[in-house]
């Protein structure tokens, strides 16, 4: 049973920085792609940020140049490093993992940014 499971979501105030990791287990088969997504309240969830096996990453436009998202293959873990956070960037963050042909998501960690 592949779980993967978030963590590093908090309160900040707008300008603060924040570290969210996601560690993936349960599985034989490697890990494809990996990302971060988010939701905000009565919003669509949102791609922030993926990366590859191979280390090629995508990142939405707002957040370019603010997160940067990175994986330890050995540790089967994926972290997305938050920087100059704004208000707009509160949501509930979910990660995401394609594995042996499935997309997997965690349960989400809340991230909150006071102005």
């Known amino acids: 049973q592949v779980q993967l499971v978030e963590s590093g979501g908090g309160l900040v105030q707008a300008g603060g920085s924040l570290r969210l990791s996601c560690a993936a287990s349960?599985?034989?088969?490697?890990?494809?792609?990996m990302g971060w997504y988010r939701q905000a309240p009565g919003k669509q969830r949102e791609l922030v940020a993926t990366?590859?096996?191979?280390?090629?990453?995508n990142y939405v436009d707002s957040v370019k140049g603010r997160f940067t998202i990175s994986r330890d293959n050995a540790k089967n873990t994926v972290y997305l490093q938050m920087n100059s956070l704004k208000a707009e960037d509160t949501a509930v963050y979910y990660c995401?993992?394609?594995?042996?042909?499935?997309?997997?998501w965690g349960q989400g960690t809340q991230v909150t940014v006071s102005s």
């Open positions: 995401r993992a394609h594995i042996g042909g499935y997309d997997y």
């Open positions: 349960g599985s034989s088969s490697s890990i494809n792609t």
């Open positions: 990366i590859t096996s191979g280390g090629r990453t």
